[in-house]
């Protein structure tokens, strides 16, 4: 049961301890600042989200320690590193080396998995190369031929995918009533180039304005799966008819023309494009199934053929990790009863098992104290959360015994559930107790409590931010009257009671079978907001982000979001999936998901083009008497258009110098220095501002220079109200965190005028926000709901759960453990329900 803001005696910092020393930092919002924080100590970032806590301990402090480990890193092994720029910082002393875990994303492939972040599958190899059980005749294997990323041990035909692709007529072809004319053949590629090959087939011979499925079988067959490519000559827009007397009359052609079928056209373009675009586009006329030869384990036959404790490696690797520690501790302890006779007849194989098994069960026993016990080793990195990803990294720390490191860490409890987060602080703890310092940025007030030293940064966001309040052990942080840190770790912010609202029925799902979820009955509220809790691995995103959505979105007809480039064909097939929806889509008309991916992945890409902020401030431009003298439209206004925007740099507004050996650094334009704009522009002013000044300002200065001009100021209120009036209008999409980016998806959808029966869905919602900002966040959910939609979200913040009207809890614990639903009802219920790990935390929560 949790206790109410209990502090932990901060021992770590003693006398003799040293300390770090930062004089003038000045990263992003940083205010030229001084700060002394121990060593050898857990230290705590603190502050509202865009406070400046990560430029103080990514941006300042692991970028130096980085920057001073390079330099003793020869120029060549330099270019090999992911170098952050260097910090603007005037001095750091007593910097031991850094070790960074961010909840980066991992690599978009299913080869990259938990496995390899682990080095689990090192171990694992090894185990089947020197102590597997060899089919009478085989020779010895060496580890690389149990892996499917090497030449050795991948399977020929799927080349270790473990699923072949293909094209087929029916997935080029979808509707075969169509004629070639008519775009019958999908897959070709569209505008011109689709045209061509139409016009080139009708030099061919074939009839390009006959119904596709009334075309001779071998004609359909050679324009699909042809490798020739024949040249010729084009007459554009002619009949087959025109085509023929132009030939006869030897007519000059309008070019000569290449054919390409269209399962070469297909294949060639996934294999070579660089553009995610065009591979989603061809990827869709690809089908998948699973590889024929390895049955979708993506390895050789000879290494399949190879068991330890009767499990083939690609079965052993799809087991839980809970379920590979139980397998492995006899061996490790020397008590199974396979070691008895591997002792007798092959004595290195004991030996070599033994110690393998040793190594295999510590590495899993810190995981399994992570919370990461219903994850396999096969599981790839892009299906994982950040989280689980930080996590699966601060193991592997945790083993490796390191001495005199700091670690920074990013959020470390972020995607945990309050019953997991004990054993990160146990983690935490084995780190400093091997003389390691921690410095971690963090919103948890439970991660807060356990810290020896508090750095508190604000007052505010943004512009607002950038200061240290507050340096030292937690209980000081108490008369701290300008921290807004201060009144939730003091309990002076509880959450407020209120009484739940009444459900206007009940959308009702039946059958839904997704990970550990099987045959799943469940009901959720319609008209209320609802939190769907329960421990990591427990279902809550396979019901949610995955089932409900799928089949919601089905149902009205809306396309699911496509996947990232590649990432739909490149991971292993999902296993089985069912699910109906029974009832109650009478109450939802529309569906939007609310998730963390970015905005965008270039820095064209902001807030304000995002939102549609930038199309108001474009027009108010063009409506000035400046420009209207000058006959400029709003696109003048745009950094995307040739016209307005500086020829040099494209309006990107700043130049990339490439430094080979150090980090490419992005200087501002020579040109426009940084406005994006060319001179002539730049001289239409509004107020006197010019769109240059405009993109430079934070939302909330911004809302204060528009607030004459009514709509504008709306849409900048209701990103304010998100908590992003920090963010400046034109900050690039590239810059911006998940949490970020969700917040501003949420403000696009809140602009939008309501009309009720929508459904949203948010998962996690408040991971990077600080207890202030989540009151904000949770206010506008209540305002959706007041205007009669319905939201469900997944969180493990138990004060999101406590002030929602409806809780919905999965378990009772991870992976095979899960999948139920335990308790479901208004938060007073679930908190006294006796079989739910949430409920403890709950009335915590609610008390």
């Known amino acids: 049961m949790p206790e109410k803001s209990k502090f932990r005696s901060p021992t770590a910092v003693r006398e003799g301890t040293g300390f770090v020393r930062v004089r003038g930092a000045r990263e992003h919002n940083l205010k030229n600042i001084d700060l002394e924080i121990p060593r050898d100590a857990l230290v705590v970032f603190t502050g509202v989200s865009g406070s400046g806590k990560s430029s103080l301990a990514f941006g300042t402090l692991y970028a130096e320690a980085q920057r001073r480990y390079l330099e003793s890193v020869s120029p060549y092994a330099r270019r090999l590193f992911h170098q952050m720029p260097v910090p603007d910082v005037d001095d750091v002393e007593g910097l031991p080396p850094a070790v960074a875990l961010q909840q980066q994303r991992g690599s978009p492939t299913t080869r990259s998995s938990v496995g390899s972040v682990t080095t689990l599958s090192n171990l694992l190899r090894m185990l089947y190369s020197r102590a597997g059980d060899y089919p009478r005749g085989q020779s010895i294997l060496y580890a690389e031929s149990f892996s499917p990323n090497t030449p050795e041990g991948a399977c020929p035909r799927?080349?270790?995918?473990?699923?072949?692709?293909?094209?087929?007529?029916?997935?080029?072809?979808?509707?075969?009533?169509?004629?070639?004319?008519?775009?019958?053949?999908?897959?070709?590629?569209?505008?011109?180039?689709?045209?061509?090959?139409?016009?080139?087939?009708?030099t061919l011979g074939f009839d390009v304005d006959q119904p596709w499925r009334d075309l001779p079988k071998k004609d359909r067959n050679w324009l699909l799966f042809t490798d020739e490519q024949p040249s010729v000559p084009v007459y554009p827009g002619y009949t087959q008819a025109e085509v023929r007397r132009a030939l006869k009359r030897k007519e000059e052609p309008a070019y000569q023309g290449t054919f390409t079928s269209a399962k070469r056209h297909v294949l060639h373009t996934f294999a070579t494009t660089q553009s995610p675009l065009m591979k989603r586009r061809v990827a869709q006329y690809m089908v998948s199934t699973e590889c024929p030869l390895c049955h979708g384990k993506r390895l050789r036959l000879e290494s399949l053929s190879i068991k330890f404790a009767g499990l083939d490696i690609a079965d052993m690797s799809s087991l839980p990790l809970a379920r590979l520690a139980d397998i492995f501790r006899p061996y490790a302890d020397g008590t199974a009863s396979r070691m008895r006779k591997m002792d007798a007849d092959h004595p290195e194989k004991a030996v070599v098992a033994q110690r393998i098994a040793q190594d295999l069960v510590a590495r899993l026993n810190v995981m399994l104290d992570l919370g990461l016990g219903y994850l396999a080793i096969e599981r790839s990195t892009p299906t994982l959360s950040p989280g689980e990803l930080q996590r699966l990294r601060l193991a592997t720390q945790v083993r490796s015994n390191l001495f005199g490191v700091v670690y920074v860490l990013d959020e470390p409890s972020a995607g945990l559930h309050p019953a997991d987060t004990e054993a990160l602080l146990n983690a935490l703890g084995q780190l400093k107790a091997s003389g390691n310092s921690q410095f971690v940025v963090e919103h948890n007030l439970d991660v807060i409590r356990h810290a020896d030293w508090i750095v508190d940064v604000g007052p505010g966001a943004g512009e607002?931010?950038?200061?240290?309040?507050?340096?030292?052990?937690?209980?000081?942080l108490r008369q701290i009257e300008a921290s807004q840190t201060r009144r939730f770790l003091f309990g002076e912010s509880g959450v407020q009671p209120r009484t739940p609202r009444k459900p206007m029925g009940s959308l009702?799902?039946?059958?839904?079978?997704?990970?550990?979820?099987?045959?799943?009955?469940?009901?959720?509220p319609l008209g209320v907001f609802t939190t769907v809790t329960g421990v990591s691995g427990s279902g809550k995103s396979?019901?949610?982000?995955?089932?409900?959505?799928?089949?919601?979105?089905?149902?009205?007809?809306?396309?699911?979001?496509?996947e990232e480039e590649g990432e739909a064909l490149e991971r292993a097939a999902v296993a089985a999936v069912g699910g109906r929806i029974a009832g109650g889509m009478e109450g939802i008309k529309r569906l939007v998901r609310v998730d963390q991916k970015p905005i965008g992945r270039t820095p064209r890409s902001n807030l304000a083009t995002y939102t549609g902020l930038f199309d108001h401030v474009r027009r108010i431009f063009a409506a000035t008497k400046q420009a209207r003298a000058r006959r400029y439209d709003a696109g003048r206004f745009s950094f995307n258009v040739a016209k307005g925007r500086c020829p040099h740099c494209e309006g990107e507004?700043?130049?990339?110098?490439?430094?080979?050996?150090?980090?490419?650094?992005?200087?501002?334009?020579?040109?426009?220095?940084?406005?994006?704009?060319?001179?002539d522009t730049l001289k239409i002013k509004y107020r006197d501002k010019s769109i240059a000044d405009v993109l430079g300002m934070t939302v909330d200065?911004?809302?204060?220079?528009?607030?004459?001009?009514?709509?504008?100021?709306?849409?900048?209120?209701?990103?304010?109200?998100v908590g992003l009036g920090y963010l400046r209008l034109g900050q690039p999409a590239t810059e911006l965190s998940g949490g970020e980016a969700q917040r501003i998806k949420l403000a696009t959808e809140l602009q939008r005028i309501q009309r009720g029966d929508t459904l949203y869905v948010l998962d996690e919602p408040t991971t990077g926000l600080h207890p202030a900002d989540v009151e904000r966040l949770v206010a506008q959910l209540d305002g959706l709901v007041d205007a009669g939609n319905?939201?469900?979200?997944?969180?493990?913040?138990?004060?999101?759960?406590?002030?929602?009207?409806?809780?919905?809890?999965?378990?009772?614990?991870?992976?095979?453990?899960g999948g139920q639903v335990v308790a479901s009802g208004p938060p007073g219920v679930v908190a006294k329900e006796s079989g739910s790990r949430t409920a403890p935390y709950l009335a915590y929560a609610l008390a």
């Open 158 to 202: 799927c080349h270790g995918l473990g699923r072949v692709y293909e094209v087929t007529e029916q997935s080029m072809v979808p509707d075969d009533t169509l004629t070639i004319r008519e775009r019958a053949i999908a897959a070709w590629p569209t505008a011109w180039h689709g045209q061509n090959l139409r016009d080139i087939a009708t």
């Open 464 to 476: 607002q931010g950038g200061h240290v309040l507050y340096s030292g052990p937690p209980e000081g």
């Open 508 to 524: 009702r799902l039946a059958g839904v079978t997704r990970n550990n979820l099987h045959d799943l009955n469940v009901e959720f």
């Open 542 to 562: 396979s019901l949610v982000s995955q089932a409900l959505v799928e089949l919601v979105a089905e149902h009205l007809g809306h396309d699911i979001p496509a």
């Open 653 to 679: 507004g700043f130049v990339m110098v490439e430094l080979l050996f150090l980090p490419s650094v992005y200087a501002p334009c020579p040109t426009c220095h940084g406005a994006r704009y060319n001179a």
């Open 701 to 721: 200065t911004a809302w204060e220079f528009f607030a004459d001009e009514s709509h504008l100021h709306r849409s900048l209120s209701i990103v304010r109200e």
């Open 790 to 817: 319905t939201v469900i979200v997944v969180e493990h913040h138990m004060s999101v759960a406590a002030r929602s009207d409806w809780v919905m809890d999965l378990g009772p614990g991870a992976g095979d453990e």
